[in-house]
């Protein structure tokens, strides 16, 4: 069954102090995983898109890397305006459903 | 450049009733998917329409139905509502059915 698991659930920093989100996947042929950002009440905002492992993508303090296990956010001296929750998803080549993970709520204190 | 919209923005309904959802596409996005998305959880995949017919679905049950139009605008409908249909629905938009996903701002419906 295709899965994503995303860790740590929640994660608290102190402005300036850089640290990484995990996404985990199972997923019967990769198409591609994406990274959303999302605010409280708000709908997901696109971030990045890897199709293949050894991919990085920069945006800004942030970026994304992918194996063929996992993908990894790292998130360089982070500000309090990069606070939301961060969704992993994939997609199989089979079909165009994005299956999310639950999601890592990200707070950076000033 | 229009982003995805969808309407209307908060709905209160009362248990069995009937709802319906809209969605307009990004411009130059011809594909629709729908999501639920509960909170504190990931959305959850309901449908995709393209060419004006469903393509793929998730594990919903039939009381979920949707509609796409020939200008790419959709709706998704639900019949005899339950408590736990309460959630966050998100529509999202892509070129073509493998594209990149662009979400709407979503439609937050609350079931009594």
């Known amino acids: 069954e295709d899965q994503v698991t995303q860790s740590p659930e929640a994660l608290r920093l102190q402005e300036g102090e850089s640290s990484s989100l995990n996404c985990s996947y199972t997923?019967?042929?990769?198409?591609?995983l994406f990274w959303y950002r999302q605010d409280p009440g708000k709908g997901p905002e696109f971030l990045f898109t890897?199709?293949?492992a050894g991919e990085e993508k920069e945006k800004e303090r942030l970026k994304a890397t992918l194996t063929k296990k996992e993908s990894f956010l790292h998130i360089t001296a982070p500000k309090p305006e990069d606070s939301a929750t961060y969704l992993c998803a994939v997609q199989a080549r089979s079909g165009g459903k994005l299956i999310f993970g639950q999601g890592t709520e990200l707070s950076v204190k000033p | 450049d229009a982003g995805v919209t969808q309407s209307p923005t908060h709905l209160i309904k009362t248990r069995g009733q009937q709802v319906t959802l809209r969605c307009s596409p990004k411009?130059?996005?011809?594909?629709v998917s729908w999501y639920q998305q509960a909170l504190g959880q990931g959305p959850q995949f309901i449908f995709q329409y393209y060419e004006e017919e469903e393509r793929q679905r998730g594990n919903f049950p039939d009381r979920f139905s949707g509609h796409q139009f020939p200008n790419y605008s959709s709706e998704l409908n639900v019949n005899a509502l339950l408590l736990g249909d309460s959630a966050l629905y998100l529509c999202?938009?892509?070129?073509?059915?493998?594209?990149?996903?662009?979400f709407g701002p979503g439609t937050r419906l609350t079931v009594t």
């Open positions: 890897l199709y293949s």
């Open positions: 997923v019967s042929g990769l198409r591609g």
């Open positions: 999202a938009s892509s070129s073509g059915l493998a594209g990149e996903q662009y």
């Open positions: 411009s130059g996005h011809d594909t």
